[in-house]
């Protein structure tokens, strides 16, 4: 791409969110949370896997979602669908009470920067104007 000399790199290249946020970002988080390697880290979560996995299987899945997540245990099948729903949906719910605090109010921080972006980006029966800043 440097040989072209009018390439825009940061307009030119579609960033994908299913494997940069979901597929990675989302996927590393859950791994630093719960994979045995961080067990000495102030994060590691893997003793209260029961409590987040019960936490799961009570959730019912909101109509836009195609199938249920399935338990924490399973991730190794997950798909980057099943991490936007965890990202998404279910991380608050699960996951209180069992990060420690200042981790938790990180990701709860996190999800109400982008609430309105989701808001905006789901399905509606109000259309919402386009608030778009130049």
């Known amino acids: ?12 290249v579609a960033i994908d969110p299913m494997l940069g946020i979901y597929g990675g ?9 719960f994979d045995t390697c961080h067990h000495s880290q102030p994060w590691y979560c893997q003793s209260k896997l029961l409590k ?7 959730i019912l899945p909101t109509y836009e ?6 338990s924490l245990d399973q991730r ?16 608050l719910p699960c996951m209180r009470d069992v990060l420690p605090g200042d981790r938790y ?4 921080m996190h999800y109400l920067l982008h609430l309105t972006d989701m808001i905006m980006e789901s399905v509606s029966a109000i259309q919402f104007p386009s608030f778009r800043v130049v």
């Open 76 to 91: 190794k099948y997950w798909k980057a669908s099943e991490y936007q729903y965890f990202l998404q949906f279910y991380s």
């Open 52 to 58: 987040v996995n019960e936490r799961l299987q009570k």
């Open 65 to 70: 979602t195609t199938k249920c997540t399935t």
């Open 1 to 12: 791409m440097a040989t072209f000399p009018h390439f825009d790199i940061v307009r030119g």
């Open 105 to 108: 109010a990180t990701i709860n």
């Open 25 to 33: 970002v989302t996927k590393a988080l859950i791994s630093l949370w």
